[in-house]
């Protein structure tokens, strides 16, 4: 690659907003190629045509186009037709791989109390389909950049081929870790269906995990550079603690992995113009964040005064995001002048924990199962302080839009949430936010309490929400590394 020649990239992922969506994953896949695409990298992006990205036309602001290919995919023995279609919004490019035996599902991976019997199938699919459409476009692509494990068999298919006869591979893979914690783990029986050239577990150190295929694994090792969301999980993932049987993997990587912090997009979250709040607020006038508020507080059927502090939390119900401390700290919480708002979806025993809690404190909690992204806005710009006491946290994106929307988040000290969020306790110069002090209970009560009496400080307060608003959460500011990343490939 010609030094100031500029890359052209295929972003494969399995998610993108504004087409489907179920964390954050979804948000990077949208912004960072808009991003990249603006600065002269011809970017394109591809994923699958879930059932909802087909309903979200209309209302998600976009319109698909079927393109006139339908790639013949081999599955084992069977041959299983993947139909291409399209899309370009906000300036990229995107592919979709449509087959309704395996996308046209209520939901993207999982049901509340199990994943779908077949996520291998469906996702190997999907990542053979890719390597398919590449090669059908003429191999337009100087880099790959791969997303977690649904895309982790793909520097392997782009060697063997997506029918075992052979492939040469002169693409460059860049992977990138969202959350070790999904590493696509199968049964060894389903490597009949890659196609793999003596397809025995045996044959492929690089995918074997404990006797089963793990798909994260393939892609560290497949891949030409590694890299995740936050330099604090780069280092985290390397120790026991943290690597989930992979940090041996990935110590062991010829390249060390590096960290690069998300970043937001910032039209997309802005309280100035953000059409999905009832009043829009800026860092010199925040008056629009009280009307934000009180609408809030009303819209999940509490009763609104001024001088009471309001917690939200919006974020997937599940171990990662510290829902056992909470519901440790609850009881105590509850006892505190405040109220508090969630809104979440996730694994169902914390489903019936957030019912109970709404038949428990009617007056001060409000918990919505669901996903709504126009309401995760409106609790964003509402919120005084945001809840994020994750076990561990990769990068984490609700702490960079409470930032944006002069919302106070209190987090663990972990992952992401280190590199971004600044205690406020520690650093009142700088400070955006509370660190607790470690994963417990008693920690994130002890920073609730510092919260509430940081409410009633009305000047600190204003400084405090100040500096939060003011921290640059863009991607103009880590996009950039994604492109040495790129070109150093
Ligand atoms: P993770 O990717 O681990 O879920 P992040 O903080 O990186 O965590 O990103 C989560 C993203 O998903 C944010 O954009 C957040 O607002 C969104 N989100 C999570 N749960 C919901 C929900 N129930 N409704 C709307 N948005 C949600
Ligand atoms: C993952 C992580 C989250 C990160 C997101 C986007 O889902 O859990 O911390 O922000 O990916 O990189």
Not at 50 to 69: A, F, I, M, N
Not at 267 to 282: F, H, R
Not at 360 to 373: A, D, L, Q, S, T
């Amino acid at each position: 690659m010609i030094e100031d020649q500029l890359p052209s990239v295929l972003f494969v992922s399995s998610e993108s907003r504004p087409f489907a969506s179920t964390g954050g994953l979804a948000d990077v896949a949208e912004a960072l190629p808009n991003e990249l695409n603006r600065r002269g990298v011809r970017m394109e992006r591809v994923m699958p045509l879930y059932r909802s990205v087909v309903e979200g036309q209309g209302t998600g602001g976009y319109r698909l186009q079927k393109t006139l290919h339908t790639l013949k995919i081999p599955m084992g023995h069977e041959v299983i037709d993947a139909d291409i279609y399209s899309c370009e919004h906000r300036g990229t490019l995107t592919y979709f791989v449509g087959c309704e035996e395996f996308f046209d599902r209520t939901e993207l991976y999982a049901l509340p109390h199990r994943e779908y019997r077949d996520n291998f199938k469906r996702f190997l699919f999907f990542q053979k389909a890719v390597v398919a459409l590449i090669d059908f476009l003429g191999r337009p692509y100087e880099v790959i950049h791969l997303n977690d494990w649904q895309t982790g068999l793909i520097p392997l298919l782009l060697e063997k081929g997506i029918n075992g006869i052979g492939r040469a591979r002169r693409e460059k893979v860049l992977f990138t870790i969202h959350n070790l914690a999904y590493q696509g783990l199968y049964p060894a029986t389903n490597l009949y269906d890659t196609n793999l050239p003596g397809n025995q577990l045996q044959n492929y150190p690089e995918l074997e995990f404990y006797g089963k295929i793990n798909l994260m694994k393939a892609g560290l090792q497949k891949a030409d550079r590694v890299n995740t969301v936050s330099p604090t999980y780069a280092r985290e993932i390397e120790t026991p603690a943290f690597g989930y049987g992979l940090d041996g993997v990935l110590r062991a990587l010829p390249v060390p992995v590096v960290g690069v912090v998300n970043g937001v997009d910032t039209d997309v979250w802005n309280p100035e113009t953000d059409p999905a709040l009832p009043a829009n607020y800026s860092v010199s006038s925040l008056k629009g964040k009280e009307t934000c508020k009180s609408a809030l507080v009303g819209e999940f059927g509490l009763k609104y005064d001024r001088e009471v502090p309001l917690f939200v939390l919006v974020g997937r119900l599940v171990e990662q995001k510290g829902v056992d401390i909470l519901a440790q700290a609850m009881e105590r919480m509850m006892n505190f002048p405040l109220q508090f708002l969630l809104l979440g979806s996730g694994q169902e025993v914390y489903h019936h924990l957030v019912n109970e809690w709404n038949q428990r404190w009617p007056e001060r909690f409000r918990g919505k199962i669901g996903y709504n992204v126009d309401l995760s806005h409106r609790m964003e710009a509402g919120a005084d302080f945001f809840l994020m006491p994750s076990a561990f946290e990769p990068c984490g994106l609700n702490q960079l839009y409470s930032h944006r929307y002069g919302t106070i988040p209190i987090v663990n000290r972990t992952g992401g949430l280190v590199d971004t969020v600044t205690d406020l306790r520690k650093d009142p110069g700088h400070g955006n936010g509370f660190h607790m002090g470690s994963y417990s209970p008693e920690a994130l009560l002890e920073c609730i309490r510092e919260a509430i009496s940081l409410f009633h400080d009305k000047k600190s307060l204003r400084k405090y929400r100040q500096h939060a608003m003011k921290h640059d959460v863009s991607w103009s500011k880590t996009a950039g590394e994604y492109l040495n990343l790129y070109q150093n490939l």
